[in-house]
């Protein structure tokens, strides 16, 4: 018995070790940034909103950062698309996609250049329906803004579904790290063992 514990005690820390090697990985990836701003389009993946009392949705903190990094992007290259990716999965005041489009707009982003994909429910939703919309457009090169935790996620998706598209990771709230980082290290785990995008 004690032998088994000892083997399962070895186990365990095994896996917390590649876990935060894992993590480390996956914020050195992220922080690599490929942008050259001058995509045609920046996708910005959806997160988290949270309603009000009069029903109106607000992005959640950590969708507010990628959407602030949107906004810096805008500055640099104004003449490129937004396409805000997110559903209402949970049936929620809102759209992801229409609570991110009004935070653009009240940071001076032009209504006009913003594209609402409004049907996902995953990231790889997000970027299949947003490679659809770009078709449409006539839109080619694109760059991805998401959080620093999530980009390697992402860009694998977007590898699998045959899209090239540059990097732009936003950063996560401090008090967010923990959660998002061990959220991100068993997803993505279990995005390579599925063998397929989601």
């Known amino acids: 018995m004690r032998i088994l ?13 590649l876990g935060v090697g894992f993590a480390v990985f996956l914020g050195i990836y992220g922080g690599r940034d490929t942008v050259k701003y001058d995509e045609d389009v920046a996708i910005v993946l959806g997160n988290g909103i949270v309603c009000g009392q009069d029903d109106q949705g607000e992005p959640n903190d950590v969708l507010g950062a990628r959407l602030d990094k949107a906004v810096e992007y805008h500055e640099r290259n104004p003449e490129a698309k937004i396409i805000v990716a997110g559903g209402n999965e949970r049936n929620l005041c809102e759209s ?4 991110m489009k009004k935070y653009l707009i009240r940071h001076n982003v032009r209504e ?9 429910s995953s990231t790889a939703e ?10 449409e457009q006539g839109l080619e090169r694109a760059v991805i803004i998401t ?4 980009m390697f996620r992402a860009a694998q998706n977007a590898e699998r579904l045959g899209m090239a598209a540059k990097r732009l990771a936003a950063p996560e709230p401090w008090y967010r790290i923990p959660l998002v980082y061990g959220y991100e290290v068993v997803r993505t785990t279990w995005f390579w063992f599925e063998g397929r995008a989601e």
Not at 5 to 17: D, Q
Not at 112 to 120: A, G, N, Q, T, W
Not at 126 to 135: G, K, Q, T, V, Y
Not at 147 to 150: E, L, M, P, V
């Open 112 to 120: 006009e250049i913003i594209l609402l994909e409004d049907r996902s």
């Open 96 to 99: 992801e996609a229409a609570v």
């Open 5 to 17: 514990w000892k083997v399962l005690m070895r186990v365990v820390w095994a896996l917390v070790v």
């Open 126 to 135: 997000n970027l299949r329906f947003s490679r659809e919309i770009m078709r």
């Open 147 to 150: 959080s620093r935790s999530h």
